[in-house]
């Protein structure tokens, strides 16, 4: 099999819904799609048949993330939040036709306010030259390669971080795909835009400094409820 595209959720049954209705017009031949649930429940009902339905052992991006992987049968991995959205259609022609063995989307935003052009180019700029891919941006990685470095790792937050710092070291080049990929700005819109800028790079930089990803899960997501 060529491609396994993994999605872990966790109560985005919304978001999940128009993801799907995006995926199930592309043109899956060679492909499987795998959705892994961080909440123990049946299949939902709204799945498309063309879905393998995975509930994870824990409510852990990152166990979630690399169960899926673990299970996963292509020869290519393409890891996508359940929120996003491609702007053009399938990006699969685009990745069908790349020798890249990591790459990441353009970020869109939501919204087109000067705020969120700001965060856009912030983001996009951190992938390309900083090496830094975090999961809304999409991360596509030969399957080979994502196992030589250990896969993500099972930890609660900044579980992208940790598995970009590793494929940097690599020295494999990241490549910028053109196709752009629409991600929320909702969390900027409940916390408050620089309320929520600020505490993310507070928390990256917490965690730059050896604080374990389990503490800062439990103040992060203490102060999201």
């Known amino acids: 099999m060529w491609l396994s595209i993994i999605i872990p959720t966790f109560r985005d049954d919304e978001g999940l819904t128009k993801l799907l209705s995006q995926v199930e017009n592309w043109d899956l031949t060679d492909t499987e799609v795998i959705i892994v649930d961080g909440e ?26 690399r169960y899926g992987a673990d299970s996963s049968m292509g020869e290519n991995l393409l890891f996508i939040h359940a929120d996003s959205v491609f702007v053009s259609g399938s990006p ?6 790349t ?3 990591i790459g990441f989307f353009t970020l869109k935003f939501d919204r087109d306010t000067s705020f969120y052009k700001i965060m856009e180019f912030g983001s996009n700029l951190r992938a390309r030259v900083g090496k830094q891919i975090f999961g809304d941006q999409g991360l596509f990685i030969n399957k080979k ?3 030589f470095v250990g896969g993500y790792p099972a930890q609660p937050l900044m579980e992208d971080m940790e598995l970009s710092m590793k494929l940097g070291k690599t020295g494999v080049p990241f490549t910028q795909f053109s196709d752009q990929i629409q991600t929320s700005g909702r969390k900027y819109r409940s916390e408050g835009k620089l309320t929520s800028f600020f505490k993310m790079q507070f928390f990256k930089m917490l965690y730059w400094s050896g604080t374990s990803p389990e503490k800062l899960s439990k103040v992060y997501y203490r102060k999201e409820k």
Do not use: D, I
């Open 92 to 97: 699969l022609s685009t990745l069908k036709n």
């Open 145 to 147: 390669l994502y196992q």
């Open 99 to 101: 020798s890249a063995m």
């Open 40 to 65: 123990s429940r049946n299949s939902p009902r709204f799945l498309p048949s063309f879905v393998k339905y995975l509930s994870s052992p824990e409510a852990n991006r990152g166990v979630q993330l």
